[in-house]
């Protein structure tokens, strides 16, 4: 069974500043990874998704990448912004159809 | 608006209470997703439909009807539920499998 961790569960940072999200899945044989944005009490809006052939993307201040052999992906948020704090998802599909999700990483930016 | 639109946006019902949730998906997706969101706990997957066809029943108490009547909507039909139900319900659908998601702004339901 997948399971997917993420660290940390909470962070706190200031304005400006460049951080990393991690997260890890115990079965490397995925289809692909995708990261999520929710706000509180919202829906999930997908920020990037990364196929299993891929190493990274990237949109505009966000970078991911994917090292499927050792079960891991970093999200970087750069020039970190007070409208980035939510709670950022980590989710990976291997075959069929079900996505996989860790708790999630709680952000907040203090101006 | 991200082409999944889920209604109603909030939900407070009894537990004698029947009660739908409804998805609608303007993307041309092919498959379509119920996931439960509790406090504390990952996303759980319910149900995966795919071509109107259920393909995915995640072991979901029967209190818990799905139905899909065509490749655009998908309902959630809620019955005799407990208050450990309350959660948010997420709809979400993708073109098939190894593609990415698109996910609703979700139902926050209240079961009292």
């Known amino acids: 069974k997948q399971e997917v961790t993420q660290i940390p569960a909470a962070l706190s940072v200031p304005e400006g500043e460049n951080l990393v999200l991690n997260c890890s899945f115990t079965?490397?044989?995925?289809?692909?990874l995708q990261w999520f944005r929710q706000d509180p009490g919202k829906g999930l809006t997908s920020l990037l998704l990364?196929?299993?052939?891929?190493r990274e993307q990237t949109s505009g201040r966000l970078n991911a990448s994917l090292d499927k052999s050792s079960g891991r992906s970093t999200l970087y948020i750069a020039a970190s912004q007070p409208g980035d704090s939510a709670t950022y998802l980590c989710a990976v599909t291997n075959s069929g159809y079900a996505l996989n999700f860790g708790k999630g990483t709680s952000l907040l930016v203090t101006p | 608006e991200t082409g999944v639109t889920q209604t109603p946006r909030h939900l407070v019902m009894g537990m004698t209470n029947k009660k739908s949730l409804k998805c609608e998906q303007h993307l041309g997706h092919n498959a379509m997703y119920w996931y439960k969101q509790s406090a504390k706990k990952p996303l759980e997957l319910m149900f995966v439909y795919s071509l109107e066809e259920r393909v995915e029943n995640n072991s979901v108490p029967s209190r818990f009807s799905p139905e899909c009547p065509n490749s655009s909507h998908l309902f959630l039909h809620l019955h005799t539920l407990q208050p450990e139900d309350s959660a948010l319900y997420l709809c979400?659908?993708?073109?098939?499998?190894?593609?990415?998601?698109?996910f609703g702004s979700g139902t926050r339901l209240t079961v009292v």
């Open positions: 079965d490397s044989a995925i289809y692909n």
């Open positions: 979400a659908s993708s073109p098939g499998t190894g593609y990415g998601y698109t």
């Open positions: 990364i196929q299993s052939s891929q």
